[in-house]
């Protein structure tokens, strides 16, 4: 595991906040090898440093890798200020203290890794491993050629022009626009920023691959740990996670309450057909 910040370190073996942990290194109450620590910005690495709260050592963590089918209307961090269902209550019955690699909007749905292997996320998430990320997009209007052109070879944005994105037109229905998009990059919100350059809106927005891993058959607010498959094609791709081994054994979480049904087909929730294809590409990609 990549080295940490040690308050982040103490707060994930379960000794208090990160607040908390700040002050215990800030009375002197932790030494890593044997040297008393009192900088706040120290870090150090749980699975190699010896590392001690008043005189007793904190035991590394088991890694853990899961997969999560984020659902809409759940915030994609651990805590909100703002009260809304997080990422964090779906993994109460985890163990251990995972987070999320990278994010997905709060209306957004789909794949999501949980892990607190540092290390894995940091290795995702550099933009020099083009990670990629795939998603199935509904737009509120009939896209033409030249601006599916133009998402395949980049638009325009206030940081820049955005990198190439695989784009494949699933269907147009009723006036409205169906895409499977995948992206190698990681803007903030980037496919509701490129709609919007073009004059259009993101009705529906799902992520259906991420690094060649999918959700397929785990219904919304579900997780699973990775098999020794995935994790070994992601070492091979990406370099991590840095070791391969069997997962503890984990209990699944109770699911979350389903949404209301509405009567008749929503015409904003993909076809079974175009998640089944997408998927199918994820992995003939990876």
């Not at 120290?42 to 007793?56: F, L, M, P, S, T």
């Not at 540092?118 to 509904?138: D, E, I, M, N, S």
């Not at 784009?167 to 919007?196: D, F, P, S, Y």
Request: aromatic share 4%; glycine share 8%; hydrophobic share 35%.
């Amino acid at each position: 595991m990549a080295s940490e910040r040690l308050q982040k370190i103490i707060a994930r073996a379960g000794l208090g906040s990160r607040r908390a942990a700040e002050e215990l290194i800030l009375a002197g109450r932790v030494r890593v090898n044997g040297r008393v620590v009192r900088e706040l910005g120290a870090k150090a690495d749980d699975r190699r440093d010896r590392i001690e709260v008043d005189g007793r050592r904190l035991a590394a963590e088991e890694l853990v890798y899961l997969l999560l089918h984020k659902p809409r209307g759940v915030v994609a961090t651990l805590s909100d200020p703002e009260r809304r269902p997080t990422v964090g209550d779906l993994m109460t019955d985890v163990p251990v203290r995972v987070y999320p690699v990278g994010r997905l909007d709060f209306s957004t749905s789909g794949v999501l890794l949980m892990t607190n292997d540092g290390a894995l996320a940091q290795g995702l998430l550099h933009p020099k491993g083009k990670v990629p990320k795939t998603y199935v997009v509904k737009l509120d209007r009939q896209m033409s050629d030249a601006e599916v052109e133009r998402w395949r070879q980049g638009v325009e944005l206030d940081e820049g022009r955005t990198q190439p994105a695989e784009v494949r037109v699933l269907r147009h229905e009723r006036g409205k626009t169906w895409l499977e998009v995948t992206l190698h990059q990681g803007m903030n919100r980037q496919i509701h920023r490129m709609a919007e350059a073009g004059g259009m809106t993101v009705m529906r927005l799902a992520r259906v691959a991420f690094a060649g891993l999918t959700a397929e058959d785990l219904r919304p607010g579900r997780w699973r740990p990775l098999t020794i498959d995935e994790l070994r094609a992601l070492k091979k791709s990406y370099g991590v996670p840095k070791r391969v081994r069997a997962q503890p054994a984990l209990v699944q979480p109770r699911a979350m309450k389903p949404r209301p049904a509405r009567s008749g087909r929503s015409e904003t929730k993909p076809r079974a057909a175009d998640r089944r294809a997408s998927r199918g590409r994820a992995r003939e990609r990876h």
